[in-house]
């Protein structure tokens, strides 16, 4: 099993440029999870979805846009990039009931 | 005030020390976790606990949840044990989790 993958591992946006991070898992776990981690800070919750077709709102989800179209993925949309987003990006799943998350190696993006 | 709490933020012992980590938080909670970050990135999930204490290897998790306080203790450290150390609590009856800010501990050898 590979776990929780994301792609990509780095990437550099400009400022208004558009991107989509995805995560995917291989464990069927219902919930899945996009954090943000910045210096400083604890991981903050962007969006989350409990099952396949259902988003929520976290913490943190202005300027991101997420879909959760089949089981095993989890994009994570930037419409327009803003220099604020820049952050390292960790997606996590975890099973329905109790269970730990398993976390992705995370993206680290950058917005000029 | 935040929600969870980590003491200290920042911690270097020599190898073979006995080490402890805090975690205070102020919410009813389902589920606490330890986490553990290395420098590059990767988080992994060291332990689960709702009540107890738990042990693996060297390391023992234990939490009281009348006094809302969970400690992270590593026996005869070792420079390997170099990392973040995170407590994330799962609100009772939600889906989301809570971190801290994080425990860097450095051990020197």
């Known amino acids: 099993n590979a776990g929780v993958t994301q792609t990509p591992k780095f990437r550099v946006l400009k400022t208004g440029q558009s991107m989509t991070l995805l995560c995917a898992q291989d464990m069927n776990h219902e919930y899945m999870y996009w954090y943000r981690q910045d210096p400083g800070m604890g991981l903050r919750l962007i969006h989350y979805s409990v099952g396949e077709g259902t988003t929520a709102k976290g913490e943190v989800p202005d300027g991101y846009n997420v879909s959760r179209l089949k089981k095993q993925n989890f994009l994570l949309g930037l419409e327009s990039a803003a220099p604020s987003q820049t952050s390292v990006y960790f997606c996590a799943s975890r099973e329905q009931v109790g269970g730990e998350q398993f976390f992705g190696p995370g993206t680290r993006l950058t917005v000029l | 005030k935040n929600e969870v709490e980590q003491s200290p933020q920042n911690l270097t012992a020599q190898e073979g020390e006995f080490i402890t980590i805090n975690c205070s938080y102020s919410v009813g909670i389902s589920a606490l976790h330890w986490l553990q970050q290395h420098p590059g990135g990767g988080i992994v999930s060291l332990f689960m606990?709702?009540?107890g204490k738990k042990k693996h290897g060297r390391l023992i998790a234990t939490i009281n949840i009348q006094e809302k306080h969970s400690s992270l203790h590593i026996t005869a450290s070792h420079p390997r044990d170099s990392a973040v150390y995170i407590c994330a609590v799962r609100g009772a009856g939600t889906y989301k989790y809570i971190f801290g800010t994080g425990t860097r501990l450095k051990v020197l050898a």
């Open positions: 606990l709702s009540s």
